[in-house]
């Protein structure tokens, strides 16, 4: 049951969005990180609100200096945003829905960026057809269906 989700650690909502037409929130669940680095990873979730059915996502989310930003999730069940593991940053996608998780290549985007001004604060439409983040001062925007990119400069 998702109560039982929430019986220890701490968690984090992410993201709520009618993916598939079914209201779901995304939920990221942390165990306590005072082991220092024996401090387990979490896990990553999706919970159908009609029905409390808990979807895992990634069973191995997070952990000692591992985490991301918050994530966003579209209504084709498209989830982006940035994972970090110490100092290196890489884009992180995955789908509870219809649609395909987005990969760094994709998007014309390394697969790792190590202690830099890297790609940053990824988000979905609300449909999952755009993907969009700020680079180094440079909004851009993909139309996932057809690849075409479009960079704006930010002010």
């Known amino acids: 049951a998702a109560g039982d989700f929430f019986d220890t650690g701490w968690w984090r909502v992410h993201d709520a969005a009618l993916v598939d037409d ?3 929130v995304l ?6 990180q005072l082991q220092g680095v024996a401090s387990p990873p979490g896990s990553l979730i999706a919970i159908k609100m ?3 059915e808990i979807i895992t ?8 200096e591992m985490g991301s930003n918050r994530l966003r999730l579209a209504e084709n069940g498209l989830i982006v945003g940035i994972e970090f593991i110490e100092a290196s ?10 649609a395909t998780p987005v990969t760094a290549a994709q998007l014309g985007l390394e697969d790792t960026y190590y202690d830099c001004d890297c ?4 988000t979905v439409d609300r449909f999952g057809t755009y993907v969009v983040w700020e680079d180094t001062g440079e909004l851009v925007i993909t ?11 930010l002010p």
């Open 22 to 24: 079914r209201p779901t």
């Open 27 to 32: 939920i990221e669940r942390q165990e306590s």
């Open 50 to 52: 009609d029905t409390t």
């Open 57 to 64: 996502v990634d069973e191995q989310f997070g952990g000692w």
């Open 89 to 98: 940053w890489s884009l992180i996608s995955y789908s509870v829905g219809s």
């Open 119 to 122: 790609p940053r604060l990824f």
């Open 143 to 153: 139309e996932l269906a057809t690849g075409r990119l479009v960079t704006l400069e």
